[in-house]
């Protein structure tokens, strides 16, 4: 139990340093073992691997969300193998850090600014048709 005390409270002091790096405050929601040391346990474990691949997804897409002018697009973005390797050397470069700055690392390499929208000239907007008039009654004359 210790152990994975300290772990949290590792995790709990990395991630105000990691947002701090950035010049803001951050909340990040990971697992409850978000550890580099975690993360290379992992390794022989496809499953748990597979779980940490969807937060990193859902991290960048958090991102995507929060930035529309700055994105990691779909096409750039690693497949498995490939960012199980990134990771993994994030992870062997830091290891008493959060593998969660491994994905703000390769958030930040990937993320490419989006050109303006341009946008349409607006369409002139129909013209109002006049409701149609009744035809004038006819007058009754009293005979």
Known sequence: MKPLLEAVMLLV????ALAA????????????????????????????????EFWVR??????????P???????VFPGSDVLYQYLDQYCRD????????????????????????????AKPAPAKKEPARAAPAAKETNR
């Open 21 to 52: 790096a950035q010049g803001r405050q951050v909340d990040i929601f990971t697992f409850e073992d978000a550890s580099c040391a975690a993360w290379m346990k992992s390794s022989g474990n496809k499953g748990l691997r597979a779980q940490y």
């Open 94 to 121: 830091n290891s008493t850090l959060s593998f969660v700055g491994g994905a703000i690392k390769l958030v930040e390499e990937l993320r490419e600014p989006v050109a303006a929208l341009k946008q349409a000239p």
């Open 69 to 75: 002018a700055l994105q990691v697009k779909i096409g």
């Open 58 to 67: 859902g991290f960048v897409s958090g991102h995507n969300y929060g930035n």
């Open 13 to 16: 002091m990395s991630l105000p």
